[in-house]
């Protein structure tokens, strides 16, 4: 008799255990659902922003493309910011460079600056400017070759 009431009890108390823990395990599964559906919203958005992220990188690539050319050290490049027309610029930071006397001198102050002077500099952007659109075109220049007189890395 005493047997049989502690199986009773016995079951009765693992019946019980078992209804909580899926009470409990339900309540999990209703939070983990939530949290699923905050996630995908979360994740529609994030992936909303990185589309116009990309369509506005590419524009800004668009808008500030450059053709870019190398005469000795000196890069000379052709943009909207050029206004369509080589000009000198820094190959160490990209920067504008401007006629400092006798030498090229970078404007964003990098410490970059060669030899080449601000006559030459114009006659080779003239040269690049001036062969643009002819197929097989030389450049003829017969200028000193520039050296880098000062580099700061
Ligand atoms: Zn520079």
Redesign the pocket.
């Known amino acids: 008799m005493w047997d049989l009431v502690l199986g009773k009890l016995s079951k009765l108390s693992v019946v019980a255990s078992l209804r909580e823990q899926l009470v409990l395990e339900k309540a999990k599964g209703s939070e983990l659902k939530s949290e699923v559906q905050t996630l995908k919203a979360q994740l529609a958005s994030e992936q909303s922003n990185h589309s116009k992220t990309s369509q506005e990188l590419q524009k800004l690539q668009a808008e500030h493309e450059e053709e870019v050319r190398i005469w000795d050290a000196v890069e000379f490049r052709r943009g909207k910011r050029t206004f369509d027309r080589y000009k000198p610029f820094?190959p160490?930071?990209?920067?504008p460079l401007y006629g400092g006397g006798l030498v090229m001198v970078?404007?964003?102050?990098?410490?970059?600056s060669c030899n080449m002077k601000p006559d030459e500099a114009s006659q080779v952007a003239s040269g690049f400017n001036h062969t643009e659109g002819q197929t097989n075109a030389k450049i003829t220049m017969t200028l000193a070759t520039p050296t880098v007189i000062e580099q700061i890395s």
Not at 92 to 95: A, G, L, S
Not at 106 to 112: L, R, T, V
């Open positions: 820094c160490k930071c990209h920067m970078c404007s964003g102050n990098c410490g970059w």
